[in-house]
């Protein structure tokens, strides 16, 4: 019985559970770690926004900057997709991630500000590499419905659509 109960496994609980600064430290961190770490959840959350209706949308974005400082995230988008005419509209918008290995959520609110030109675009653009790029080449905006996959490709810089392979 001593034994048995010896052996069962404590689970490892972090510092920062029963502590509310150390929550709010952890939660930068996480996030930091997003912005570096392509595997992280934190690197891909789920940027919601109010359309004209008022009705929320929500998709998936990477995050590209945690400046906790000044409590401040960075994204980058197409300016042609729907969301900078939304946050034009109501700055309004809240960001989700959920870890599952951390079993951490996180939840923010805050209000966006465009940054279509300027210094701030610029450096965001000349810091992206020529793959990211290549996304904002498409000639059919960011959530345009599709009738057939032409619509997405006509016009558009030749990307390979699957992966060479070679035989043995
Ligand atoms: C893994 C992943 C990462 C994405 N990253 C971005 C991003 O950084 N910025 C962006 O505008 N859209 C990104 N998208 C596409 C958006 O989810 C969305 O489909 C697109 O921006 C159109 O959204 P909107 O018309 O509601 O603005 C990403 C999608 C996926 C699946």
Redesign the pocket.
Known sequence: MLQAEQSRTIPFVPSYYDDLDGSFDHAWIMLGRGVRDRRSPFH?PTLA?IDADGAP?A????L?GAMRETATLR????RR????FQLERDPRCSVHVYDHAAKIQLRLRGAARLHGEGDVADTAWTGSRARSRECYAQIAA??TALRVLEDLTAGAPSIPTRRATTSP
């Open positions: 891909t926004t949308e998709r998936t974005i990477v590209r994204f980058h988008t197409d997709s729907h969301k900078p960011p959530g």
